[in-house]
């Protein structure tokens, strides 16, 4: 699911000895020349360090993503919607996976980076420390935030780190389906009887404002978005991202005969655009801080699952070793 601009410090300010102005100018070159930059070549301190935080924290986003949505497998109204939620849900966990080798690719171990959302130092996409109520919330999280995941990655399919670049292109295929599944639950609950129509209102009153925060703060006050630009990590402002998906989701919402929980939200001929009214960024902050509704039973699902899951990683590593001492064996009685 996603990767948004958390919080201001989107890309961390150069610290440490300068670079080498003629190895940068050289990496600034290739990244404007549309280069990839592969995991063996040489990078600024600070890109590795932007994007190992920045694809982690994806990656994150992918894995605890899993939990609002797989609090409802077990309750789906039909065999149908259960297999397609299903389906996504082990989708977002593959997610995770490709994302967290992508971020080893820079150097940092996959144990280091679990260890870092386990004990609460990395964040996560604040979207998923809200609760699923009802079902109406697994249509609406498929139609909004994986909708808003997508304005934010397909970008990423031409990020200038190579890895990265293409665990997107799979990603977005993917994600593309999780909207439609989300979507259809959406279309199935307005076309249905008065109380799914209000349950499905009702998914988009609490989900809308969230939605649209997903993409991070105004670009006045997300301090460095500047050099990601510069240096192709991102394409598009988190301004311009949350226009492009309001202006595809307002249509949308209305063809469902829904209303969205915005007094100001208007469409501005001249601009071509809907222009929506100011977002709770304190909502936001807090959130992000730790104080969502559901921040701490994330948490602890994850490092309950963490520890539950011990005993397979031991066996994986057990297993391993056991393969290359037989592969050793093998070779010393060939020579
Ligand atoms: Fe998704
Ligand atoms: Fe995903």
Redesign the pocket.
């Known amino acids: ?2 990767t948004q601009a958390l919080n201001q410090k989107d890309v961390a300010p150069a610290a440490g000895p300068a670079e080498d102005p003629e190895r940068l100018a050289r990496f600034e070159a290739r990244v404007a020349a549309e280069d990839k930059i592969e995991p063996n070549d040489w990078m600024p301190a600070a890109y590795r360090r932007t994007l190992t935080r920045q694809i982690s924290q994806h990656a994150h986003s ?1 894995i605890v ?1 899993m939990l609002p949505e797989g609090n409802w497998i077990t309750r789906a109204p039909s065999l149908r919607r259960k297999a397609a939620l299903l389906a996504k849900v082990q ?2 966990g593959g ?1 995770g996976l490709y994302l967290y080798a992508a971020a080893e690719t820079l150097g940092t171990s996959r144990e280091e980076l679990v260890d870092q959302l386990l004990s609460g130092k990395a964040k996560y996409s604040s979207i998923f420390n809200y609760p699923t109520l009802t079902w109406a919330d697994i249509g609406a999280i498929g139609w909004l935030v ?1 909708g808003a ?1 997508i304005m934010n990655q397909i970008p990423l399919c031409r990020t200038s780190y190579g890895p990265y670049a293409r665990a997107m292109v799979r ?1 977005c295929k ?2 593309s389906f ?1 909207q439609r599944q989300g979507y259809e639950i959406m279309l199935t609950l307005a076309r249905g009887t008065e109380a799914q129509k209000a349950m499905a209102q009702d998914a988009l009153d609490r989900w809308w404002w969230p939605s649209l925060m997903m993409f991070g703060p105004p670009d006045a006050e997300s301090a460095h978005t500047d050099q990601s630009m510069r240096w192709k990590i991102k394409r598009f402002t988190n301004d311009a991202l949350r226009q492009q998906f309001v202006d595809a989701t307002v249509p949308q919402g209305h063809f469902l005969q829904l209303s969205f929980p915005d007094p100001e939200l208007r469409y501005d001929e001249e601009a071509g655009h809907w222009r929506y009214g100011a977002i709770d960024w304190e909502e936001f902050r807090q959130v992000l801080a730790g104080n969502g509704p559901c921040n701490r039973e994330r948490l602890e699902a994850r490092r309950r699952a963490h520890a539950e899951g011990a005993w397979v990683r031991e066996a994986a590593l057990a297993h391993a070793a056991k393969r290359r001492a037989r592969r050793a064996a093998e070779r010393q009685a060939a020579e």
């Open positions: 699911m996603y992918e993503g989708d977002e997610h994986d995941a990603i993917e994600e999780h």
